[in-house]
T-cell receptor
Framework: DAKTTQPPSMDCAEGRAANLPCNHS???????VYWYRQIHSQGPQYIIH???NNETNEMASLIITEDRKSSTLILPHATLRDTAVYYC????????????????FGSGTQLTVLP | GAGVSQSPRYKVAKRGQDVALRCDPI?????LFWYQQALGQGPEFLTY????????KSGLPSDRFFAERPEGSVSTLKIQRTQQEDSAVYLC????????????FGQGTRLTVV
């Protein structure tokens, strides 16, 4: 799986949009971008994933650049409960029995939402 | 329950002691994963089950680590002769499908070896 680079920490004001960047310059054509977050003392939580089109769900939006070398996770209206470590993960769609299915986590970005 | 349940939540073991960590995945989930998370680090993959079959154990750090899922539901991660470097949070995750599209994680078991 391709390597990702994220800033170690970011702050965001409550109620404002939080934009978390991720670089994945070595991403391959069959690799997806996944985002998970981990609130303190909890297990990671799935947020969203995408291949090349922008994606949106009830939690967040994922914007992937046209060349797919970077992406941004957007939390439109950050709340204090969004304070967590956010992990950007690139993985191949595991469609065959021999494919790796596990997630390869990096160090992530510690997002702190400030009141 | 509705989510992945792990027990115990905290475990203190003396060095050399054997420990067993339990994971109850979401009912019906085919895939089950174990991860190890050291303090301040992201989780690291240990092993993967598809139903009762252990298809990947490449992340197990030594032969002291053993995992099983005999009936394709509950899984146990066993660590023999624990060492201080085994101190970490052990996370279990399950996924409905065979490819782990969306993994649901438990809260983890924090193991401290003294």
């Amino acid at each position: 799986d391709a390597k990702t680079t994220q800033p170690p920490s970011m702050d965001c004001a409550e109620g404002r949009a939080a934009n978390l960047p991720c670089n994945h310059s070595t991403i391959s054509g069959n690799e997806y971008v996944y985002w998970y977050r981990q609130i303190h003392s909890q297990g990671p939580q799935y947020i969203i994933h995408g291949l090349k089109n922008n994606e949106t769900n009830e939690m967040a939006s994922l914007i992937i650049t046209e060349d797919r070398k970077s992406s941004t996770l957007i939390l439109p209206h950050a709340t204090l409960r969004d304070t967590a470590v956010y992990y950007c993960i690139v993985r191949v769609a595991p469609i065959s029995s021999g494919s790796a299915r596990q997630l390869t986590f990096g160090s992530g970005t510690q997002l702190t939402v400030l009141p | 329950g509705a989510g992945v349940s792990q027990s115990p939540r905290y475990k203190v073991a003396k060095r050399g002691q054997d420990v067993a960590l339990r994971c109850d995945p979401i009912s019906g989930h085919v895939s089950l994963f174990w991860y190890q998370q050291a303090l301040g680090q992201g989780p690291e993959f240990l092993t993967y089950f598809q139903n009762e079959a252990q298809l990947d154990k490449s992340g197990l750090p030594s032969d002291r680590f053993f995992a099983e899922r005999p009936e394709g539901s509950v899984s146990t991660l066993k660590i023999q002769r624990t060492q201080q470097e085994d101190s970490a949070v052990y996370l279990c995750a399950s996924s409905l499908d065979q490819v782990g599209t969306e993994a649901f994680f438990g809260q983890g078991t924090r193991l401290t070896v003294v």
